[in-house]
């Protein structure tokens, strides 16, 4: 079945520092999302993505969906300590309603000791 | 403008009970969607419902799982005869739409089966 690989699973930023996760799959997909969660809460929606080679920016954030469909960057720039948390990639599941998504298992993360 | 609201926030409950959730999505949604995730784990769609109907229950388990969202009140997904395994966190999300991307999503309500 359809599966979305983040990598890394986890990192350790210092405050300043710039960020890049991705998110690959086997699979096409026609919209990339990226979500943060903060411990105990919901996921919350950064950023949405609907064609490929598309670059889109929310303040420091910037994500990118990949030319071949099947993949999306992400990259936080400066990043600072309320970035913390888990991001998860997601799209609409192949072939289900458009509230069916899919999510990768997170990349994490936390702030370097 | 509230958000999506779901209670419970935590819910404990004993092998065998009924467990049942609430999510009262944002003014004006009419399409919700509920997703569990278990620590350490992405969300995994459970079903989508639109007022009175069930759009898709493909993430649904087949026995003693069951949404519904009425003309009235709040979506509620029971659990019934809860096991270890269903404990986990239950997310709600809705949206003004069908689409998913414009959906928000609650605070979850997270149960525990002791």
């Known amino acids: 079945g359809q599966q979305l690989n983040q990598s890394p699973q986890s990192m350790f930023i210092q405050e300043g520092e710039d960020v890049s996760m991705n998110c690959t799959s086997s699979?096409?997909?026609?919209?990339w999302l990226w979500y943060k969660q903060d411990p105990g809460e919901g996921p919350v929606l950064l950023i949405a993505?609907?064609?490929?080679?598309e670059l889109t920016s929310n303040g420091r954030l910037t994500a990118q969906f990949g030319t071949t469909r099947k993949d999306s960057f992400l990259n936080i720039s400066a990043s600072i300590p309320s970035d913390v948390g888990i991001y998860f990639c997601?799209?609409?599941?192949?072939?289900?309603?458009?509230?069916?998504?899919?999510f990768g298992k997170g990349t994490k993360l936390s702030v370097k000791p | 403008n509230a958000g999506v609201m779901q209670n419970p926030r935590h819910l404990v409950r004993r092998r065998g009970q009924e467990a049942r959730l609430r999510c009262s999505p944002m003014?004006?949604?009419?399409?919700v969607y509920w997703y569990r995730q278990l620590p350490e784990e992405g969300l995994k769609f459970m079903v989508y419902?639109?007022?009175?109907?069930?759009?898709?229950e493909s993430g649904m388990p087949k026995e003693r799982f069951s949404a519904e969202f009425p003309k009235e009140g709040p979506s509620i997904l029971r659990i019934q005869q809860v096991v270890r395994g269903d404990s986990a966190a239950y997310f709600c999300?809705?949206?003004?739409?069908?689409?998913?991307?414009?959906?928000?999503f609650g605070q979850g309500t997270r149960l525990t089966v002791v």
């Open positions: 999300a809705s949206s003004p739409s069908g689409g998913s991307t414009e959906a928000f």
């Open positions: 699979s096409i997909f026609n919209t």
């Open positions: 993505l609907y064609k490929a080679g």
């Open positions: 997601a799209g609409p599941i192949y072939g289900g309603s458009q509230g069916n998504l899919i």
């Open positions: 003014k004006g949604h009419s399409h």
């Open positions: 419902l639109q007022k009175e109907n069930i759009i898709d």
